[in-house]
Each structure stands twice: as structure tokens, then as C-alpha cells.
């Protein structure tokens, strides 16, 4: 018996009474040989992925439009964003190290299972379960912006925790979802938050969103596919520009006048909404011509209103060393349009004022 | 010169030895894990004939030591040459006899984990079949073509090929691809209209809408390299074009991770259309053929599939602690007539042909109703052929212990009686 072993870097051959002895290292060496080789092989057609990549976002239901919510932020309290589950949470920081956390968390099919929910609290901090009559008697009324909703306290010692937990929550079943207000952490910092938390339930306000914020928004098929989609702008271009190809997620592109050698390039982008709002829009227009980015307090002295008519449109102009941006962001029909002339300071200049009616007419 | 090397090879001082070495790399593999990761430590220290330097509590320390494989290998020949040359056929040398064929049991079978078990994983949403799995960690260079109108023939360069770099060709494949540039792992950023990118990598295809960016290879068990890969394609006509080939195009999970990340920035739809263009199909024809080409994780097809019937995701009430993880599969195989539901969750994995299909991670629910996505389940899927040999050498080295602690107490108590 004769073992040959091949691949592109190596091969061995082995023969004689030494084989058995030798026949692990040389399985061993398969492995060694670290190299694989070029698989060919047929299969059936992928049917599914098939259907994906014919429609951009068929397998997606459209999600299910929640209200926006509103508060008033009590003093000492920090704001931490979403979390997975959470629209909203917030930190705030006792004597020492000891801290609490607040949670907005909407949750569907629950209305109606309110001893169940208290038992599921009771479990998390150790606490044995109520029957359906004690779990109840464990709500007291609260008023949750200017809806009623009941409130219930329990505190335990949860497993694996030396110190003891107290929660807090408070909860309105609403047609949309049940919503859950939730203030948990440290016992002392729960109990002297308590009055805080109560007096924020009230100022919260959960406002209908509207549908168009799942639906597709019109100029995104504009801003998706460019110019090639067919989607052109009834806009007046000032005469002295240029027209050039549009880039990736631009509807156009103009070239102003070369001064001197000095260019400069206006583009425009429609998003669906604000990407971030004006302070991180900014902040990113002054990185691209190397200036150093700035605060909110700041912000409000590089920004000027655009268009009296259009409250919300705004228009930057900012200078670095040897290049100059305007930028103008317009809010229209839901949508937030995005001018931006860019270049040298000598092209830029003698176009701002072309470039503010530009972004100021209706396209 | 025999008689010397089966002396080396059967003596008790080389196993001695050999010992000493294998706790001194267990000892100095672990502490590397800090340094190198998980993954690499593993492949480096245990994986490898020979370890070239050595990184210890940051430090890298120029000292050769002998790999798992070759200490491992040693172990088995010293333990076999041992036994051949002291071999006694008497029933009072039964019991370590047998242990030693335990303890050489377990020493193969590891060796055999080793080559031959594979783990892949099998992502898929409600109403989706599958037949392959794909490797969380690989990647493959795949080329695919219509062979007839049911079935697809593909052309797998792997990952480590790619990354030899250079010209690569196949007989099954009319074209051939020059690798420019590879990255082992790689970032996407996409060439937002309101930034200043520098030239894109390419104009074709996916370069056409992002940049890819190489990062340094990360060796933490959070991240994941994602590879990217400049090539040149070319066919017996002409050139075909430079094409950027990314990880970050064809692999579900980091396409997921994107989608999730730009629809916090920018919201839903828009996050949607971005995804929709960095994972857009690239493809060429050579001689009227499409050939459409993806940097995809590397997949092992099965010849059953599983489709999956629903996904249950039940979390406690206000938190995000999992209740339960549940898929409800069919099973279906043409080829022995089956066609079978099963339910695959924690601690209850299904095991079928050769493979065992564990429940690994899910998006369902709560999580999955409020972002708008179609519940999905991923199984973690274990071939591995020698997952007995563990419990066979136990068994037959704690069997040999017994006997040969019973053949020296039945001696002694027979030696006190005759006393």
C-alpha cells in the first residue's frame, strides 16, 4: 500500500513497514498543508434569493408607525437613547456610585395580562408570584400624559445581585401598544427619584405619527436611482452653470465659472429626512474643507435663515484657508433638500449670491 | 539504527518530556489568547506543527516551541511504540492495556475532531428553504453560472487562494482573475453626495456607490474580519474590467449589521435603498454566459434542505431576557422520500444526517414586529464524525483502571489469605 499525499504545496510519499506509524502524521499533514483548493459544483437555482434581488425591499412589511414621544427632562437626569427594545431611556446618577435608569418601552399584546406583568417584575428581582387578586391590589393610579394609567413598586434582591433593587413602573395600554415606564436601579437613588419620576409620567406626551413616516417618500425614487430615473427639477439654473453628470445619490450637479483658476461644484441631494440634523450636517461640511467642528452653542452663529417664506431652511458659509462652502438645507414636502456649493474661496465667493436663489426657487 | 529509534521512540523519558512541553503550551497558548484572540491562539499554538514566536501579556517573544499537532502526534507514536515493545499477552497487564488503548483513542479522536468536524451556520427567515450552510468565519471567491434552467454551476476560489494573490485560474472557468489587492479585513463607507471621497476604488458595480477601507486584522471574538478584494477580470476576448469583491456584499449578517446602523442614521428606507446597492449583483459574460461573482462566506451544501415554518422569539414581559428560542423546521429530503416538521430550540438540537442543528441566535418577536422584519433563526450546524471517540475512551480508560485496580486487590486479598 502506498500513501500519496498531494496539494499545490507539498507532497509525500510513503512506503514500506514504517506506513502504520507514519499514517497519523500523515493524515495530520492534510491539515498542515493549510492550502485549499478550487470547489466546482452545480446546485439547484436559489429561488428565494431569486425574488429578493428583483425588488429592493419585497420581504419587508412596512413598520407599524408609533407614536413620537415627548417629555420634559427632570433635572439630573441623563438622556441615553433607544435601546433595543426602548424608545427612550434615561440615566441618572446617585450619592457615590450608586445610579438608577428610567426606560420607555412599548410592547404589543399585553393588555389585559396586568397580574401576569406584575409577576414577571416580581420574578426579575426574586419575589414569588401574587395570585391574580393580590397582583392587582398592587396598582395605584397615575396620570401618564393625561391618560390614566396604574403604577406598581416592587423591590427584591435579584439573583447574583448583593444589593437590594427596587422598581418602579408605571403603565398605559394604549390601541397602539401597552407602554411602559420603568424606573429600576438602586434602591435609595428609586425611592428618592419617585416623586421626580411621577411629576415626569405627566409632562410625557406620546403625539400620532404621521404615515408618511413609513411610507415611501416620493423624491427618495429621485434621490435613489439620479438623473438616469428620469427624475428632473422644474428649477431656473443660473445661466453661468454648468450642468455636469450627477454623482451616487445626487439629483444634479452644476460646475460654476473656473476664476483664475479657482473651481468649485454645487450638488444636490434630497434625503427623507434631516440625516442627523444641522448641527451634525455641519460638523461634517467643515471637516471636508479642514476646519474644526463646533458646538451647538456655536453652531447658531454659522447659521443664518435662507428663505424668510421657508422658516426652516438654513444656509452656512464657512471659510478655511484656501476653500470655501455654502451649504443650505431646505425642508419641502417632508423632505429635506441639500445644496452645497463647494471649491475654492476665488470660484465660491462671486456665486453665493446665484447660489441662495438657486436654493430659495421651488424645483 | 532502528533498535535506537524505536528506544527514543518507546521510552518513558520522551513521554515525560513530551508531557512537560504539552502543559507548558497549554500554559503559554492561553495566556496568548489575551493578546491574539481566540481564534488565532487556538490555530497558532494548537493547530500548527511548530509555533514561530510566541506573545506573551503583550510582548512578542522570538521562541520556537512544538505545535499541538506535532507534541499530540508524538504523544501517539510513544504511546504505540511503548505498547508494541513491552506488549505481554497476560491477563494481569488487562487493565492498563486497555487504558492505554483508551487514552490512544481519545488522543485520535481528538486528532480527527480536529481535521474533520466542521461548523457552519444556516441563517434563514419564516418561509425560506435552504440547502447549505455557510461558515461564519471563511469566505470564498464564488463565480456562478446557469448550468441548465434549474440548476447553477459555481466555481469556489477560497478565501485562503484570494489572499495568496496573484493570477488565478480554473478549467471550469473561461476567465481569469488577477487579485490586486486583498484585505483581510475591510470597512464600507458609502460615497455620500454631501462628502469629499476620493476616487472610487472602480467604477464598476458596487465601487461605483462605496469605498472599501482596509482595518487591521481584529482577533477579538466580537468582530469579525470581513474581507475585500480588488481583482482584474479578463477572458480569452479582452479584459472584463477591475472589480471590487467585498464580504460586506454578500454576507447576510454584516449586511444585516449595515441595514441596522444606517437606519438609525438615516432612517428605514433610506438604510433599505443603501443596502439594496452594496449588495447589488455584480456579474460579467464571457461568450454569452452570465457569470455573476460574490466574495460570499464560504458554504457547505447538504443534499436535504430546511425550510423554516415559523420562528418563536418570546422574551419576559418589559425586558429583553429571552424566554424562549424556537424553529419550527421541515425537513425535507427527495432523495429517501422525507418530508418531516421538527422543533429545534435550546438543549433540543436535531441530528440528522451526520449533522446536529442547534438554535443559535434569533431575530423574532417583539424585536423583529417593531423594526419591520420578517422573523429569521439562525442554527449553528456540527459535523463532526468523531464526536464518540470521547466518550468510547473515557469508558474504556475508566474500564481499564477498574480491572487493574481489581486484579491487584483480588491479589492481595489472596496473598493475606494464604498468609
Known amino acids: 500500500m502506498n500513501f500519496v499525499l498531494w496539494c499545490r504545496r507539498c507532497s509525500l510519499s510513503v512506503n514500506g513497514p514504517a506506513k502504520s506509524l507514519l499514517l497519523v502524521a500523515v493524515v495530520a499533514t492534510v491539515a498542515g498543508c493549510g492550502r485549499e483548493d478550487i470547489q466546482v459544483y452545480t446546485v439547484p437555482k436559489e429561488q428565494v434569493k431569486a425574488a429578493v434581488a428583483q425588488s429592493p425591499v419585497p420581504s419587508m412589511t412596512p413598520p407599524k408607525p408609533r407614536p413620537q414621544v415627548t417629555w420634559t427632562l427632570p433635572k439630573g437626569w441623563q438622556e441615553t437613547g433607544a435601546g433595543q427594545m426602548s424608545v427612550a431611556s434615561f440615566s441618572i446618577q446617585g450619592e457615590g456610585n450608586t445610579e438608577a435608569q428610567v426606560t420607555i418601552t412599548p410592547l404589543t399584546q399585553l393588555a389585559g395580562r396586568d397580574a401576569e406583568i406584575v409577576n414577571m417584575w416580581r420574578e426579575q428581582v426574586g419575589l414569588e408570584a401574587l395570585n391574580r387578586e393580590e397582583a392587582l391590589k398592587q396598582f395605584e393610579k397615575v396620570e401618564v400624559g393625561g391618560e390614566p394609567g396604574n403604577l406598581f413598586q416592587i423591590e427584591g434582591k435579584p439573583d447574583g445581585q448583593s444589593a437590594p433593587a427596587r422598581i418602579i413602573t408605571a403603565m398605559v395600554h394604549r390601541p397602539d401598544a401597552s407602554w411602559f415606564y420603568k424606573l429600576s436601579g438602586d434602591g435609595e437613588v428609586v425611592a428618592a427619584q419617585k416623586p421626580v419620576f411621577i411629576e415626569f409620567l405627566k409632562s410625557v406626551r406620546l403625539k400620532e405619527a404621521p404615515m408618511a413616516a413609513s411610507a415611501p417618500v416620493p423624491v427618495d425614487a429621485g434621490a435613489d436611482a439620479g438623473p438616469a430615473s428620469g427624475f428632473k427639477p422644474n428649477w431656473t439654473v443660473p445661466a453661468q452653470w454648468k450642468e455636469q453628470a450627477a454623482g451616487q445619490m445626487q439629483i444634479a450637479r452644476f460646475a460654476v465659472p473656473e476664476r483664475s483658476g479657482a473651481k468649485a461644484e454645487v450638488s444636490v441631494s434630497v434625503f427623507p429626512n434631516d440625516t442627523g440634523g444641522t448641527l451634525a450636517n455641519v460638523n461634517r461640511w467643515r471637516r471636508q474643507i479642514g476646519l474644526p467642528e463646533v458646538n451647538e452653542s456655536e453652531l447658531s452663529s454659522l447659521v443664518t435663515p435662507l428663505d424668510p417664506a421657508n422658516p426652516g431652511a438654513i444656509l452656512v458659509d464657512m471659510t478655511s484657508s484656501s476653500k470655501k462652502m455654502l451649504g443650505a438645507v431646505v425642508p419641502r414636502n417632508g423632505s429635506y433638500w441639500f445644496y452645497k456649493l463647494q471649491g475654492d474661496t476665488g470660484a465660491v465667493a462671486p456665486e453665493k449670491e446665484a447660489f441662495v436663489a438657486f436654493a430659495k426657487s421651488k424645483p | ?419
Request: with cysteine; aromatic share 10%.
Open chain 2, 1 to 419: 539504527m532502528l533498535a535506537r529509534l524505536v528506544k527514543i521512540f518507546s521510552s518513558l523519558r520522551l513521554t515525560v518530556v513530551l508531557l512537560a512541553l504539552g502543559i507548558i503550551l497549554v500554559f503559554i497558548g492561553t495566556i496568548a489568547q489575551a493578546d491574539e484572540g481566540l481564534y488565532q491562539a487556538q490555530e497558532r499554538y494548537f493547530k500548527h506543527w511548530w509555533v514561530w514566536g510566541i506573545t506573551m501579556f503583550g510582548y512578542k517573544i522570538p521562541l520556537p516551541l512544538p505545535g499541538g499537532y506535532l507534541i499530540g502526534t508524538l504523544l501517539i507514536v510513544n504511546l504505540i511504540a511503548a505498547h508494541i515493545k513491552r506488549f505481554q499477552l497476560t491477563t494481569k497487564k488487562l487493565g492498563i492495556q486497555l487504558t492505554h488503548i483508551g487514552i490512544i483513542l481519545l488522543l485520535v479522536g481528538q486528532l480527527t475532531t480536529d481535521l474533520f468536524s466542521r461548523e457552519t451556520q444556516l441563517r434563514f427567515s419564516e418561509g425560506e428553504a435552504k440547502s447549505w450552510s455557510e461558515s461564519s468565519m471563511d469566505y470564498e471567491l464564488a463565480f456562478v453560472t446557469d448550468a441548465d434552467p434549474n440548476s447553477e454551476k459555481v466555481v469556489a476560489v477560497p478565501q485562503s487562494v484570494v489572499a495568496g494573490g496573484g493570477e488565478i485560474k480554473s478549467p471550469d472557468l473561461p476567465l481569469t482573475l488577477r487579485v490586486k489587492e486583498y484585505w483581510r479585513n475591510s470597512e464600507p463607507l458609502f460615497r455620500a453626495p454631501m462628502q469629499t471621497n476620493a476616487p472610487p476604488l472602480t467604477m464598476n458595480g458596487v465601487a461605483s456607490s462605496f469605498d472599501f477601507r482596509q482595518l487591521p486584522v481584529t482577533h477579538t471574538m466580537e468582530d469579525k474580519n470581513v474581507p475585500t478584494a480588488v481583482i482584474e477580470l479578463a477572458s480569452g476576448s479582452g479584459p472584463l474590467g477591475t472589480w471590487v469583491v467585498s464580504g460586506w456584499s454578500a454576507d447576510d449578517i454584516m449586511l444585516s449589521a449595515v441595514r441596522g446602523s444606517y437606519a438609525r442614521q438615516m432612517g428605514r428606507e433610506m438604510a433599505e435603498t443603501l443596502v439594496t446597492r452594496l449588495s447589488q449583483k455584480q456579474s460579467v459574460e464571457v461568450a454569452g454566459k452570465q457569470y455573476s461573482f460574490a466574495f460570499r462566506p464560504t458554504r457547505a451544501y447538504k443534499p436535504f434542505s430546511l425550510t423554516l415554518l415559523k420562528a418563536t422569539h418570546s422574551v419576559y414581559p418589559g425586558t429583553d431576557i429571552p424566554k424562549d428560542f424556537r424553529s419550527r423546521v421541515r425537513v425535507q429530503n427527495p432523495a429517501k422520500g422525507e418530508d418531516r416538521e421538527v422543533d429545534v430550540y435550546m438543549n433540543s438540537p436535531l441530528r440528522y444526517a451526520g449533522l446536529t442543528f442547534y438554535q443559535y441566535q434569533m431575530a423574532a418577536g417583539e424585536m423583529a414586529a417593531q423594526s419591520g422584519d420578517i422573523p429569521s433563526s439562525t442554527l449553528q450546524v456540527v459535523r463532526n464524525p468523531s464526536w464518540l471517540t470521547p466518550y468510547a475512551g473515557c469508558v474504556i480508560v475508566a474500564a481499564g483502571m477498574v480491572i487493574q485496580f481489581m486484579i491487584h486487590l483480588v491479589g492481595f486479598i489472596s496473598r493475606r489469605k494464604a498468609a
